[in-house]
Each structure stands twice: as C-alpha cells, then as structure tokens.
C-alpha cells in the first residue's frame, strides 16, 4: 500500500478505467471513470505517480499516466479564480497547500494541480505545468517554466527565463528529463524530450532539441550526442558550418568544453566548471 493508500490492484482498477476510457471516449461521462482520472491527477499532485521515472539506470515513460492527464482537461469546466486583485478564468485549479509541503513560491508564481514541488523548492515568478515533477531543493529562478509532464530532478538550477519544454502527445514520447544537481543557465531553452544527465551544466542561451547536435570537443576528436547530455557535462552554445544551395552557413549546436570534477564538492565544481570555461549563466 502506498502514500495515498492504495493498493497495487486498486492501480491496476485505476488504470484499466483510464486505458478504456482512452479508446472509448463516451466513457468518460462515466463516474468511475471520472474517479479514475482524478485519482490520477491527485497521484501526480501528491508525487505518488510520475509521468516518467528512473528505473534501472534508465527512464520509463508512464504513457497511461499521460492519458489520463490528457482526459482530465475535458472534464473540467471554465471557472473564474479570484487571488487578491488577479483574476483567472481557467479550467485547471492551482496548486495548494505549499507551506506544509515546505515550498516557497514567491509572487506571481503558478504551479498548477497535478503538479509536484518536492520539498526546499523555491519559485520564484514562473511557472510550473500540470505533470511535471520538480524535485526537492531545486530553484525555479524568475520566468522559467516547467512544461507539462517535464520531469527536474533534485537540487536543479533552472536560471532566469528557462524555458523546459512540456510533451503529452504522442503518448510514448518521453518528457524532458533533467537529472539532479544539474545547472540550467538563463534562457536556455530544452524541449523534444531531451534528457540532461546528472549534475551537467548548460551556459546561457543552450538551445537543445531531439536533433540539435552535441559536441563534445573537450578531447582530440570530436563526439556528437543527440538528445541527450552526459553527466557532468559543461555545455556552451556554438555553431558549425553546414553547406546549402546559396553557400555554406552556420547552424547552431552545443559544445561540450568540459566536465565538472566527480572528486570535489558539487558547488566548487560547478563554480570551478564556469570560471574555467568562462560559460555565461
């Protein structure tokens, strides 16, 4: 039994009801499967279910969690919120209760229901989506927003005006994945399911898609990666020349210029990593 209290064949009900419902869509006119879905979505809010998790040294994506996600937008109506002076007119509740869960969310910032802040998390005015997990310690700096289904591990840096791209459909495709202790510099921009390994650094303005190439010259040779950033990785924005019909052009990619040091304290790494590499944050 977990959390919520729960047990594993009350998830394998849960989950029968939102994979039906899924392929029959008069279904959801249907109490239980309503009840299905808000299940879901409160398992989510509470971080008892991710849309993607860690298994094994991999990431599994969890494609009936985002179902049911994607179901649950149909099922609420327009309601107007009132906070303070602001207005909302939206079909999605925010999120509550954040000082028992030990989060600090600084005004204008919205996480939406459904959403998980782990505990020690800051937010400061930016936005967090329905699906998206954030873990524990981690700084959600000024104008970053977490798309839905995103999933930040623990003690992240999202920096000012971050941009971590959302993904519910298709439903096999996996989320953007940043793994803990990681560096996201300002206005870096990570989306199509691109993972960024463990306590890897990205410099401000790192534009990363499923197919922007990633260099790692930091060696004799060159290595590209796409999608995916190792561990450690120190990440820079750059281009490289690419010949088309009216002449030869740079197109933009990522370089790896080097890597934060495994022996030293994860701080004096990071700090020893950007003034090293000279990387912008």
Same mark, same amino acid.
């Given at each position: 039994?977990?959390?919520?209290? @729960?047990?594993? &064949?009350?998830?394998?009900?849960?989950?029968?009801?939102?994979?039906?419902?899924?392929?029959?869509?008069?279904?959801?006119?249907?109490?239980?499967?309503?009840? &299905?879905? #808000?299940?879901?979505?409160?398992?989510?809010?509470?971080?008892?279910?991710?849309?993607?998790?860690?298994?094994?040294?991999?990431?599994?994506?969890?494609?009936?969690?985002?179902?049911?996600?994607?179901?649950?937008?149909?099922? =609420?109506?327009?309601?107007?919120?009132?906070?303070? *002076?602001?207005?909302?007119?939206?079909?999605?509740?925010?999120?509550?209760?954040?000082?028992?869960?030990?989060? =600090?969310?600084? *005004? $204008?910032?919205?996480?939406?229901? +459904?959403?998980?802040?782990?505990?020690?998390?800051?937010?400061?005015?930016?936005?967090?989506?329905?699906?998206?997990?954030?873990?524990?310690?981690?700084?959600?700096? %000024?104008? &970053?927003?977490?798309?839905?289904?995103?999933?930040?591990?623990?003690?992240?840096?999202?920096?000012? +005006?971050?941009?971590?791209?959302?993904?519910? #459909?298709?439903?096999?495709?996996?989320?953007?994945?940043?793994?803990?202790?990681?560096?996201?510099?300002? =206005?870096?921009?990570?989306?199509? +399911?691109?993972?960024?390994?463990?306590?890897?650094?990205?410099?401000?303005?790192?534009?990363?898609?499923?197919?922007?190439?990633?260099?790692?010259?930091?060696? *004799?040779?060159?290595?590209?990666?796409?999608?995916?950033?190792?561990?450690?990785?120190?990440?820079?924005? +750059? %281009?490289?020349?690419?010949?088309?019909? &009216?002449?030869?052009?740079?197109?933009?990619?990522?370089?790896?210029?080097?890597? =934060?040091?495994?022996?030293?304290?994860?701080? @004096?790494?990071?700090?020893?990593?950007?003034?090293? $590499?000279?990387?912008?944050?």
């Amino acid at each position: 039994m977990d959390a919520l209290g @729960t047990t594993a &064949a009350h998830w394998m009900s849960v989950r029968q009801a939102v994979e039906s419902a899924w392929e029959d869509r008069s279904l959801c006119d249907q109490r239980e499967t309503q009840d &299905a879905v #808000e299940t879901v979505v409160a398992a989510l809010d509470a971080g008892e279910l991710r849309c993607a998790e860690p298994v094994d040294g991999d990431w599994q994506v969890n494609a009936w969690v985002k179902k049911a996600v994607v179901l649950y937008f149909p099922m =609420r109506k327009m309601e107007i919120q009132e906070v303070g *002076p602001f207005q909302f007119h939206d079909k999605m509740a925010l999120k509550r209760n954040h000082a028992e869960a030990g989060v =600090r969310v600084v *005004p $204008h910032a919205i996480a939406r229901y +459904g959403a998980f802040l782990g505990r020690g998390v800051v937010m400061m005015p930016s936005y967090v989506n329905i699906g998206a997990y954030v873990g524990g310690g981690t700084m959600v700096d %000024t104008w &970053a927003t977490v798309g839905s289904c995103a999933q930040i591990g623990a003690d992240v840096h999202l920096s000012g +005006g971050v941009g971590i791209g959302g993904v519910l #459909e298709p439903l096999q495709a996996a989320p953007v994945i940043i793994e803990d202790g990681a560096f996201i510099g300002s =206005r870096a921009i990570v989306v199509e +399911g691109v993972r960024v390994g463990r306590e890897a650094v990205l410099g401000a303005g790192v534009v990363l898609t499923a197919s922007t190439p990633i260099i790692d010259v930091s060696g *004799p040779e060159p290595v590209e990666y796409r999608g995916a950033v190792p561990a450690r990785a120190v990440v820079i924005p +750059g %281009t490289r020349q690419k010949r088309f019909p &009216a002449g030869e052009y740079g197109v933009p990619c990522a370089l790896i210029v080097g890597h =934060r040091k495994e022996s030293t304290d994860r701080k @004096t790494s990071l700090n020893d990593a950007l003034r090293t $590499h000279a990387v912008a944050v």
